[in-house]
């Protein structure tokens, strides 16, 4: 159920980058900020309150994975002080047109 979420982040692979989406229901939250903190330098990133979105370009022999791990460690990483933070993975990789949902995040 998603009743009580207030953050997702989104990441995907295409043409060689790694895509991050963040949406909030809260406005003062400031996704856009969010994402320009979690990005960092290594790519583009921007949004507003409640929508944001970055890229990091993928380098030959850089792992995607691994990007994206530590991504969502800086994502949970701002939730620290939070009240109430509950974390609840919901995973789904689609390789070669086939959805893998992947339960040991």
């Not at 980058?17 to 900020?33: F, T, Y």
């Not at 022999?61 to 994502?75: C, M, R, S, V």
């Amino acid at each position: 159920s998603l009743r009580g979420v207030q953050r997702v982040l989104c990441m995907g692979v295409f043409n060689n980058e790694l895509i991050l989406s963040v949406r909030s229901r809260n406005k003062k939250i400031g996704a856009g900020n969010l994402v320009k903190e979690i990005i960092g330098n290594r790519g583009p990133a921007g949004g507003h309150g409640m929508m944001a979105a970055g890229n990091i370009h993928l380098k030959s022999g850089d792992d995607p994975e691994l990007i994206a791990n530590q991504l969502k460690n800086d994502f949970l990483a701002s939730l620290k002080g939070t009240q109430d933070v509950i974390v609840n993975p919901i995973i789904g990789i689609i390789e070669n047109g086939r959805l893998d949902n992947k339960s040991d995040y």
